[in-house]
T-cell receptor, first 115, second 112 residues
Framework: AQSVTQPDIHITVSEGASLELRCNYS??????LFWYVQSPGQGLQLLLK??????LVQGIKGFEAEFKRSQSSFNLRKPSVHWSDAAEYFC?????????????FGGGTRLMVKP | EPEVTQTPSHQVTQMGQEVILRCVPI?????FYWYRQILGQKVEFLVS????????KSEIFDDQFSVERPDGSNFTLKIRSTKLEDSAMYFC??????????FGEGSRLTVL
C-alpha cells in the first residue's frame, strides 16, 4: 500500500530565508507525486506535480521540488519565503492509472513565517 | 479557468440528520472523488466514482454514506444519519483521465 510521511509537523522560518519541506513516500512503482498548499479555511491548491522526466519540477509561487528515487523523497523548496507562504503543505502520492483512490496524503507540515 | 465548485461552503446540522453535499466537477472530467479532512488531521480518501459507479471506497465510507451523479453535472455525497465524528471538511475532486486531481474549496460540515 502506498504511504506518505512528512516528518516535520511544524516549521518556522524567517521571511526571506530558504525553505525545505520533507516528504518521503512508499510506493511499489514510479508514482505520481504532488505538493498541495492549504491556507486556513481554504481548499487544496496544487503547487506542483511530478509525473515523469526531469526530476526537478517547478511550480507556482516560486516553489520547486526534486524527485529522488533512491531516497524515495520529493522535498519541496523555496529559496526565499514570503509571509504569504504561511500555510499547511501536503505531499501526496498517486497511482497514475488507478480508477480508484488516486491520492494518498501525508500528514501535512504547517509553515509559520516570522517577520 | 474551469474549477470544481462545492455547496454549501458550511453546513451545521443536528446529529442524526441527513446531509447532502453537492459538487459540480469540471465539465469534461470522468473521475470523481470525495475526500475529507477532520480538523487538524490529514486528508483522507472516501470514495471514487467512474462510469456511474463507485470504483473504490475506503473503510470510512460505510453504509451511512452514498454518492450519486443524478444529472450528469452534479456529484453528491449523502450522509444518511450524521454522527458527531462526521464533522469535517469534505473535498470534492475530479480529473480527466490520468493526471492531477482538481479540488473544490471544500464544504465544512459541523454536526452538533
Amino acid at each position: 500500500a502506498q504511504s506518505v510521511t512528512q516528518p516535520d509537523i511544524h516549521i518556522t522560518v524567517s521571511e526571506g530565508a530558504s525553505l525545505e519541506l520533507r516528504c518521503n513516500y512508499s510506493y511499489g512503482a514510479t508514482p505520481y507525486l504532488f505538493w498541495y498548499v492549504q491556507s486556513p479555511g481554504q481548499g487544496l491548491q496544487l503547487l506542483l506535480k511530478y509525473f515523469s522526466g526531469d526530476t526537478l519540477v517547478q511550480g507556482i509561487k516560486g516553489f520547486e521540488a526534486e524527485f529522488k528515487r533512491s531516497q524515495s523523497s520529493f522535498n519541496l523548496r523555496k529559496p526565499s519565503v514570503h509571509w504569504s507562504d504561511a500555510a499547511e503543505y501536503f505531499c501526496a502520492v498517486g497511482a497514475p492509472n488507478n480508477a480508484g483512490n488516486m491520492l494518498t496524503f501525508g500528514g501535512g507540515t504547517r509553515l509559520m513565517v516570522k517577520p | 479557468e474551469p474549477e470544481v465548485t462545492q455547496t454549501p461552503s458550511h453546513q451545521v446540522t443536528q446529529m442524526g440528520q441527513e446531509v447532502i453535499l453537492r459538487c459540480v466537477p469540471i465539465s469534461n472530467h470522468l473521475y470523481f472523488y470525495w475526500y475529507r479532512q477532520i480538523l487538524g488531521q490529514k486528508v483522507e480518501f472516501l470514495v471514487s466514482f467512474y462510469n456511474n459507479e463507485i470504483s473504490e471506497k475506503s473503510e470510512i465510507f460505510d453504509d451511512q454514506f452514498s454518492v450519486e451523479r443524478p444529472d450528469g453535472s452534479n456529484f453528491t455525497l449523502k450522509i444518511r444519519s450524521t454522527k458527531l465524528e462526521d464533522s469535517a471538511m469534505y473535498f470534492c475532486a475530479s480529473r480527466l483521465t490520468t493526471g492531477e486531481l482538481f479540488f473544490g474549496e471544500g464544504s465544512r460540515l459541523t454536526v452538533l
